[in-house]
Each structure stands twice: as structure tokens, then as C-alpha cells.
């Protein structure tokens, strides 16, 4: 329903609008009036009308019509309080200072909508609190069900007690990916980008590829939370290769926001598609800030082209980058992949663990006693071991081998953890061993813990998956944990 509601905002200078307004505002103060000890009077209450309407300009203070098949439902009107405002002030809150929803439109959602709309405009603002006075009849049920807390405070204004809320903030991670429509393509439309992203401008350039109907929900997407849309998004299957495009809101830009976006958009993609195989986008080569957040979210540099931004007329640089397919955990159960894997693990050994070749430690794990113990603790029916491949594109990359004790506190301790030396770089540890949590709080984890061995490098790369310092075991081995 939410994508069925037309926010226009109000300006002076649109003699139409302003007139739906008036109406609107008439219908408000009305039913204010019932609930009063002190009615308005007509003129006061058209001094007040064109005074709002006069004040419209800054770009924190909201006034949007709503519409729904192109009837007006109500307007929302917000603000964000600064110093040197009039009158009673919160400084640096959103302060909801109309609101309405016309009765014959109530108890469908709408006005839920139009708060999560105004709420998010509070947060593109930057503010972390809104408040509001309510009216104790029509407005004290609606916005306490919206989560506002009274606090016992009357506004000198209207003598009407003062609700507030902490401000939801937008969470890329919530963002679902929806098929555009008219209203939200023409959003997207007018978006402006500063310099030197200018060039990615949608306002001021043709939009009939946006425009093209039949391209939205299987080429043209958009990613939204709730009532704010995140990006424009856009794929085309070649072969077993998946192209994509996409384009943040510009209020969301140079926020550090970016490889979040693209993470979201990358796993909205793969559900709503099926494609499991390699995701390729371009992009120009001078636009490092874009890159960053590319590779932050996994992508790789493929190879460099000529190309040129949509409507620039200029032949350029651009990078083809690769996100490869997801990495998956399998169990080496067959007597062949056991066997594998304690090949890896002795070349893991060898290579990674025990620079001397004659030493007795090296000796004894690549020996009959410490593979047999192991073997036990894998046999056992309680508090297992697992041999397990990280798996990408058809191919084992590296290994783990976890032991969960279920039937005690639920730990998983980590006492093995390889990526193969070519498949390591560009992010993959880190994702194979996001790989193997997720595996392990599939299988009854409660938390992970692991020993370092003193290894700096080591303790900094489990630093950066979350794991912090814990101690050290009955051997001084130094641990690490994850809760």
C-alpha cells in the first residue's frame, strides 16, 4: 500500500497546491475545534494558514500533500528546531507540527506511512529526536501506537502535553527491493548529485529507459526502507553472468554508506533473481570513492574498458569489477574428502604453522597419534568436530574444522582455519569466516572462541571479524572470543 501514497511538497508559488492545503487545513482545524475550550476563530485561522504556507522554503522544514489516486488525504508538516527559531523550541529535534489524515481515509495504514515518511525525512536532517503536542482525543491513541512517550511536559504554547520518541534511523540492512513505479521513478527523475558527481545526474538527462514500464521488476528495481527509497537499481542476465547498476540516493552519498548499499542490493538481487554464479558491474575509473565501497563489498578488479557515463558524450576509463558467487560451507563426510582434508591440513601445516620442517611439534601433528585423537573426537556422537570446505564457484578454497559443544555452554571453538593462499586477498577471509558463523549458529553455537598462537597477523584479522581478546587456555595459549 505504502508505494500507493504522492507526496507533494507544498510551496507558495503553486496556487493549486496551496488551495488543497487551505481545504485540508480547514477539515483539521475543525475537528480541533470539537476537542477545544478555545475554538479558533475563521480569521485567525486563515492568518495562521497563510503564514504556514508563507514560511515554506528551507529545505529541513517539511509540508507535503498526500495523495492516493490523485485525491488528497491529508499532509504531514515538520520541522527541524534551531536555535534561532520562535517560540517553544527543542533545538536540533524534528518537531511534528501538523499532522492529519482525512477521516474517511483512517484505519488503512495511511497515517502510519506518512509518520515513517516524516520520520525519515527527521533523519536525512540529522536529528535523533522528534517530539509533538497531542490532542488528547484524535492525536494521543495514534502517535503513543507510533511509539511516543509522554514526558509529563506541557508546551507553554497550547498547554497540550509533550510526546516524545528516538528517531529510527535507516537501516540499509532493512532495505527490501520492490519493482519501481511511476511515482518512484519520478522521484528518482529529479535526482541531483554534487560535483564531482554531477555527471550521474537523472534531472536535466532523457529518462525513457527509466520511464520504460516494462523494464520495472525484472531490469529496473529500487531499493527501499519502508517509506524512503535507498537507490535505483538496475540488472540484465548475460549468460551465466549477472550485469548490474545501481544508484544511491543522493541524500545517503559520501556518508560511508556505500558498501552497505551495494551489499544490500547485491543479496535483494541473488533472493529475488535465483542467480547464484558472478556479478559484474563498471564503473569510471576516476571514481575512487565508488571503487572503495565496490571493494569493500567484495568486488575485484577484472579488466579495463572504454565506456562513457550515460549522456557525457566522453569516452573513458572504466573498471569492470567481479563479485564472485557466494561461499558456502561443505562437510567433508565420504572417505575421499576426509582424506583431502587432512592433505590440506598437513600442507596447512607445513606451510602456514611450522616454519622448521625437523620440528617435533610439526612431527607429532602430522603424526598417527594426533590424527587418531582427532578421528575420535569426530566420531563422537556428542560435542563433535567437523571437517569442513569453504566452497566458491565450484571449488574448495579453503577449510575449517570447528568443535560445537552443544550439550554444554554452546561454544564453537576454532581450533583450525585456512584459506588457500591463492584464493586469499580481497576480503575472503573475512567472508569465508562470516561463512563458517553463520554455519556454526546454524548448528546450535552460542558464541566462538579460538587461540591465536601469539600470532599478531592472526590476532588483527580475528580483531576485525569481532572476536576480542579472552584470557588464555590451561596451556597460556592467548584466546579470543565472540559473543
Given at each position: 500500500m505504502?508505494?500507493?501514497?504522492?507526496y507533494?511538497?507544498?510551496?507558495?508559488?503553486?496556487?493549486e497546491?496551496c488551495?488543497?492545503f487551505?481545504?485540508?487545513m480547514?477539515?483539521?482545524?475543525?475537528?480541533?475545534n470539537?476537542h477545544?475550550?478555545?475554538?479558533?476563530?475563521?480569521e485567525?485561522q486563515?492568518?495562521?494558514?497563510n503564514?504556514?504556507?508563507?514560511?515554506q522554503?528551507?529545505t529541513?522544514?517539511h509540508?507535503?500533500?498526500?495523495?492516493?489516486?490523485?485525491?488528497?488525504?491529508?499532509?504531514?508538516?515538520?520541522?527541524i528546531?534551531?536555535?534561532?527559531h520562535?517560540?517553544?523550541?527543542?533545538p536540533?529535534?524534528?518537531?511534528i507540527?501538523?499532522?492529519?489524515?482525512?477521516?474517511?481515509h483512517?484505519r488503512?495504514?495511511?497515517?502510519?506511512?506518512?509518520?515513517?515518511?516524516?520520520?525519515r525525512l527527521?533523519?536525512?536532517?540529522g536529528a535523533e529526536m522528534?517530539?509533538?503536542?497531542?490532542?488528547p482525543?484524535?492525536?494521543?491513541?495514534?502517535?503513543?501506537?507510533?511509539g511516543?512517550a509522554?514526558?509529563n511536559?506541557?508546551?507553554?504554547?497550547?498547554?497540550?502535553y509533550i510526546?516524545e520518541?528516538?528517531?529510527?534511523?535507516?537501516?540499509?540492512?532493512?532495505?527490501?527491493?520492490?519493482?519501481?513505479?511511476k511515482?518512484?521513478?519520478?522521484?528518482?527523475?529529479?535526482w541531483?548529485?554534487e560535483n564531482?558527481?554531477a555527471v550521474y545526474?537523472?534531472k536535466?538527462?532523457?529518462?525513457?529507459?527509466?520511464?520504460?514500464?516494462?523494464t520495472?521488476?525484472t531490469?529496473q528495481f529500487c531499493l527501499?526502507?519502508?517509506?524512503?527509497?535507498?537507490?535505483?537499481?538496475?540488472?540484465q542476465?548475460?549468460g551465466?553472468?549477472?550485469?548490474?547498476?545501481?544508484?544511491m540516493?543522493?541524500?545517503?552519498?559520501?556518508k560511508?554508506?556505500?558498501s552497505?548499499?551495494?551489499?544490500?542490493?547485491?543479496s535483494?538481487?541473488r533472493?529475488?533473481?535465483?542467480?547464484?554464479g558472478?556479478?559484474l558491474?563498471?564503473?569510471?575509473a576516476?571514481?575512487?570513492r565508488?571503487?572503495r565501497?565496490?571493494?569493500k563489498?567484495?568486488?575485484?578488479?577484472?579488466?579495463?574498458?572504454q565506456?562513457?557515463i550515460?549522456f557525457s558524450?566522453h569516452?573513458?576509463d572504466?573498471?569492470v569489477?567481479?563479485?564472485?558467487?557466494?561461499?558456502?560451507?561443505r562437510?567433508?563426510?565420504?572417505?575421499k574428502?576426509?582424506?583431502?582434508?587432512w592433505?590440506?591440513l598437513?600442507?596447512?601445516?607445513?606451510?602456514?604453522?611450522?616454519?622448521?620442517?625437523?620440528s617435533?611439534?610439526?612431527e607429532?601433528f602430522?603424526?598417527?597419534?594426533y590424527?587418531?585423537?582427532?578421528?575420535?573426537?569426530?566420531?563422537r556422537?556428542?560435542d563433535?568436530?567437523f571437517?569442513?570446505?569453504?566452497?566458491r564457484?565450484?571449488?574448495?578454497?579453503?577449510?575449517?574444522?570447528?568443535v560445537?559443544f552443544?550439550?554444554?555452554?554452546?561454544?564453537?571453538f576454532?581450533?583450525?582455519?585456512c584459506?588457500?593462499p591463492?584464493?586469499r586477498?580481497n576480503?575472503?577471509?573475512k567472508?569465508?569466516a562470516?561463512a563458517?558463523?553463520?554455519?556454526?549458529k546454524d548448528?546450535?553455537a552460542?558464541y566462538a572462541?579460538?587461540n591465536?598462537?601469539?600470532?599478531?597477523?592472526?590476532?588483527?584479522?580475528?580483531?576485525?571479524?569481532g572476536?576480542v581478546e579472552?584470557g588464555?587456555?590451561?596451556?597460556g595459549?592467548?584466546?579470543?572470543i565472540?559473543r
Amino acid at each position: 500500500m505504502e508505494n500507493q501514497i504522492k507526496y507533494v511538497q507544498l510551496s507558495a508559488d503553486n496556487a493549486e497546491n496551496c488551495k488543497v492545503f487551505e481545504s485540508l487545513m480547514y477539515e483539521y482545524i475543525d475537528e480541533m475545534n470539537e476537542h477545544s475550550e478555545r475554538p479558533l476563530t475563521k480569521e485567525f485561522q486563515q492568518k495562521w494558514i497563510n503564514s504556514i504556507i508563507a514560511m515554506q522554503g528551507p529545505t529541513d522544514r517539511h509540508l507535503e500533500l498526500c495523495y492516493v489516486k490523485e485525491i488528497p488525504i491529508g499532509f504531514l508538516y515538520g520541522k527541524i528546531d534551531h536555535d534561532d527559531h520562535k517560540g517553544f523550541i527543542k533545538p536540533g529535534y524534528g518537531y511534528i507540527m501538523e499532522f492529519y489524515v482525512k477521516p474517511d481515509h483512517r484505519r488503512n495504514g495511511y497515517g502510519k506511512m506518512m509518520f515513517k515518511r516524516l520520520e525519515r525525512l527527521f533523519y536525512i536532517d540529522g536529528a535523533e529526536m522528534m517530539y509533538l503536542t497531542a490532542d488528547p482525543v484524535a492525536g494521543k491513541p495514534f502517535w503513543e501506537s507510533m511509539g511516543f512517550a509522554n514526558v509529563n511536559e506541557k508546551s507553554p504554547e497550547n498547554q497540550l502535553y509533550i510526546y516524545e520518541k528516538p528517531i529510527t534511523p535507516i537501516s540499509f540492512d532493512r532495505g527490501i527491493l520492490k519493482p519501481l513505479t511511476k511515482e518512484i521513478a519520478e522521484n528518482i527523475s529529479n535526482w541531483e548529485y554534487e560535483n564531482p558527481y554531477a555527471v550521474y545526474n537523472f534531472k536535466g538527462h532523457p529518462d525513457d529507459w527509466l520511464m520504460d514500464e516494462s523494464t520495472w521488476g525484472t531490469e529496473q528495481f529500487c531499493l527501499i526502507d519502508e517509506t524512503t527509497i535507498l537507490g535505483q537499481v538496475a540488472c540484465q542476465l548475460d549468460g551465466k553472468d549477472l550485469w548490474v547498476g545501481w544508484s544511491m540516493a543522493p541524500q545517503f552519498c559520501g556518508k560511508g554508506n556505500g558498501s552497505n548499499f551495494v551489499n544490500r542490493c547485491v543479496s535483494e538481487l541473488r533472493e529475488f533473481t535465483g542467480h547464484t554464479g558472478r556479478i559484474l558491474l563498471r564503473v569510471a575509473a576516476w571514481n575512487q570513492r565508488a571503487i572503495r565501497a565496490y571493494q569493500k563489498a567484495g568486488f575485484s578488479y577484472v579488466e579495463t574498458i572504454q565506456d562513457e557515463i550515460a549522456f557525457s558524450n566522453h569516452i573513458e576509463d572504466f573498471w569492470v569489477m567481479a563479485l564472485s558467487s557466494p561461499i558456502t560451507i561443505r562437510e567433508a563426510v565420504t572417505e575421499k574428502d576426509i582424506v583431502a582434508f587432512w592433505e590440506q591440513l598437513h600442507i596447512y601445516y607445513k606451510s602456514d604453522i611450522f616454519s622448521n620442517p625437523d620440528s617435533e611439534e610439526l612431527e607429532y601433528f602430522l603424526g598417527s597419534e594426533y590424527h587418531d585423537h582427532i578421528m575420535k573426537i569426530y566420531s563422537r556422537p556428542k560435542d563433535r568436530c567437523f571437517f569442513l570446505f569453504f566452497h566458491r564457484n565450484g571449488q574448495d578454497i579453503g577449510f575449517a574444522m570447528p568443535v560445537i559443544f552443544t550439550s554444554e555452554d554452546g561454544k564453537c571453538f576454532i581450533m583450525e582455519y585456512c584459506v588457500y593462499p591463492e584464493f586469499r586477498g580481497n576480503g575472503t577471509g573475512k567472508e569465508c569466516a562470516r561463512a563458517l558463523l553463520d554455519w556454526a549458529k546454524d548448528n546450535g553455537a552460542l558464541y566462538a572462541e579460538l587461540n591465536h598462537g601469539g600470532n599478531e597477523r592472526w590476532r588483527h584479522f580475528w580483531e576485525t571479524v569481532g572476536f576480542v581478546e579472552n584470557g588464555a587456555d590451561e596451556w597460556g595459549e592467548p584466546l579470543m572470543i565472540l559473543r
